[in-house]
Structures are given as structure tokens and as C-alpha cells.
């Protein structure tokens, strides 16, 4: 069997080693457009800080490419599918034939079209490894840096670089920091954080229109800059699958074993849309352990092997300047929160189970236990969820659901 895969960030990894699991024999080859080895994205901001390098970001060692029996064909692009002769073509035309496919492609920054934004000399996104780099090459510790999106990319750019500029003003059309993942009192908790630690912040407010270094807020006010970040948000890269027939939605459609509406080709990670247990919707879960799931279950069938991936949960474990904080899950249903000095929680509960959650302090302890009775839709009658909720041990299981849910 001819393996291709489209990518070469996590996703691609657990494709490799699901098909490896099944077949130890079929040739792999992996095409990426970045030229590096492969490595951990949310690694970049610590890049910029200091606290990592080249060689500890690589997902894999050195020799992993040549250990997994890989052929690497590392920056160059793919640039169309050929479904029906099972070919995929790279943008030197080469076409390389496939028995199966795995498109991990990822994401890209959405820019959005705002006036004069073209006038912007110093103007950055901060997804991969070339982003990090050329905003590292940009900063001097005069710059004035204004960043676009108080989401996850936006706020961690302004820790990488937080050290090493004069002032960072961050702006956002939501209301809140972080919108995606904390409720209104997990924001404002984060937020006072972050301002701390010097950030300013434009809340409910955007820039419309740029003058050289100068931002025009929707507000009506102005923020002056030497070098502006945006990070507004991404978009999955669907446009192959799409382009040969494939569907597409928000991210790339495929059924619960990976497989897309292509026949022998699946796909993974940012680029497609799983299922959330939590919501019941299908959705884009940019999350690094769901992409890596998701390509170990794509490799495995891709081999032979009949394997299903339908527990996808959204979770996020991060920290902003020390301040930690894990949520996962949707927020629906009741919210039970308490806040204890520093520290932050909110459960979700819905129809008896545990929905979501946020842990923000020093709380986040045993909060894979939160975590599995989301995963395995544990009735919270059957356990101690006061007990829980105050402190996240084995004891408020009964003997026999803790040997079902943690083997202990």
C-alpha cells in the first residue's frame, strides 16, 4: 500500500504511527509546504520568550522520519487532488500516486480586508514557525505593538513578546478576552491578569481603517504603533478537498472513521470538523490532542484496520504569564461557580451531566477527572458531584465506577 500524507504537523504524526500500528511495511510519504522537521505549534510564543528553541519545538526527534520508514518531501506544496487516478499533484507537477490519503493541511490566518491596511509596513500573523520568525526580526525594545484578537493566538503572542517591547495594546470586537473558551466571569478574572503584567486592552472595540502606524477604532479613538499582529482568527485549508469534488462545510466533512466524500482519502485535524460529544453538533475543534486523535484513527483504517474515533471533546489546557487555566467541553445547561480568592471554577451541567467546565488558579489538579465524566457521559447521580466540585478525587467514585473510569 502507497501512503500519502498532506501535512506534517500533529495530525500527520498520529497518522504515521496509526498506520505503523497496522502496517509496519507500506511506504509513507509525507508533503508539507513548511521545509522544517516536524514541530509543535503552540510552541512559537515560547520561542519568542525565550524559554524554548529549534531543536526542543520538534514534535518528533531527527530520526523519526527514517524510524517510521517516512520519505519526506518537505517545502513544497500540493496543490490538487486527483480522486478518480489516485494521484496528488505538487506545484514542481510532480503527481504522486496514493493507494490512501490523508489531507492534514491545517489552518491559515484570516486577515480581514480592512482599509488601508495595505499602508501597514510591519504587519505580522503569528501561526508557524516563518510567522514567529519574522515577527522576532521585527521587535526592538521601542516598539509599540498593537495586536488584532484577544483570542488564544493573540494572547499568546503577547506573552512571547511581552518582555522584549515598550507597550502592547491588544483590541477585540467581543466584549471579553478570550471569547471562545471562558464566560464573562473567567474573562474578567483573566483580564485583570493580563493587565497586570502591562497589556491594555480594547474590548467591544476594532480597528476599521489604518493610516501608515496608526489604527482607527470603531470606537472613534486611534492607537499609533510600529508593528501590528493580527489575529483575528483562522480558517480551515479545505480548498483541495473542495476543489476535487470534495465536501466541505466550515472544515472538511468526514465520517467517524476520517474518511472523506473522496473515495481513499481522509482527513484530520484543524482542517476538518469533528463531533462534539458536548454539543451534539459537528464542528472545527482546533485542539492539538483532537488532531492527533483524529490522525491515529484516519491511519488505522487507512491500513485496514476498523477503528472509529467518536468522543471528541473541545479542551484547553494554557497558561498566560503563570496565571493556569484548563476548560473543556460546552457551556449549556446549569452553571455552578464558585471563585475562592485567585482561583476560578464553573461546571456546566445539563440533563444530569457534567457539559463543561473552567478552571482558572491554582485548581487544576486531577482535572482529567472533570474531564472523563464529560468523555464517558458519567450520570452525575452516581457520584459525589459536591465532593467534586470542591476537590476532584477518586473517592467521591463509588469502587466500581472508578475501576470503570480510571482502572483503579
Known sequence: ???????????????????????????????????????????????????????????????????????????????????????????????????KLLVATGSTPFVPSFEGLDTVEKKFTFLSLDDAKALEAALTPESRVLILGAGLIGLKCAEGIARRVKSIEVADLASQVLPSILDEAGA????????????????????????GNTAH?????????????????????GSLVREAGGKVDRGILTDDTGLTSLPDVYAAGDCCESYDITSGERRVLALLPNAYLQGECAGKNMAGESFRFTNAVPMNAIGFFGLHLITAGSYRGEKLAA???????????????????????????????????????????????????????????SASKRRELFGR
Open 1 to 99: 500500500m502507497e501512503y500519502v500524507i498532506i501535512g506534517n504537523s500533529t495530525a500527520a504524526v498520529g497518522c504515521i504511527e496509526g498506520i505503523r500500528s497496522v502496517d509496519p511495511e507500506g511506504a509513507i510519504t509525507v508533503v508539507a509546504s513548511e521545509p522544517y522537521h516536524t514541530y509543535s505549534r503552540p510552541l512559537i510564543s515560547y520561542l519568542l520568550e525565550g524559554k524554548t528553541d529549534g531543536e526542543r519545538m520538534k514534535y518528533r526527534p531527527d530520526s523519526y522520519y527514517n524510524e517510521m520508514g517516512v520519505k519526506a518531501k518537505l517545502g513544497i506544496k500540493a496543490v490538487k487532488l486527483m480522486p478518480e487516478e489516485h494521484k496528488v499533484v505538487l506545484e514542481d507537477g510532480e503527481e504522486l500516486p496514493y493507494g
Open 188 to 211: 474578567k478574572r483573566v483580564q485583570a491578569y493580563l493587565e497586570e503584567q502591562g497589556l491594555t486592552f480594547h474590548l467591544g472595540d476594532t480597528a476599521v481603517k489604518f493610516q
Open 217 to 237: 477604532l470603531k470606537s472613534g479613538g486611534t492607537v499609533d504603533f510600529d508593528v501590528l499582529v493580527l489575529a483575528v482568527g483562522v480558517r480551515p485549508n
Open 339 to 397: 471563585q475562592d480568592g485567585d482561583n476560578y471554577k464553573a461546571f456546566f451541567v445539563e440533563n444530569g451531566l457534567l457539559k463543561g467546565f473552567i478552571l482558572i488558579g491554582d485548581c487544576l489538579e486531577n482535572a482529567g477527572v472533570y474531564t472523563a465524566l464529560i468523555r464517558e457521559r458519567t450520570p452525575l447521580s452516581t457520584v459525589d458531584f459536591g465532593l467534586l466540585r470542591e476537590k476532584p478525587q477518586f473517592m467521591a467514585f
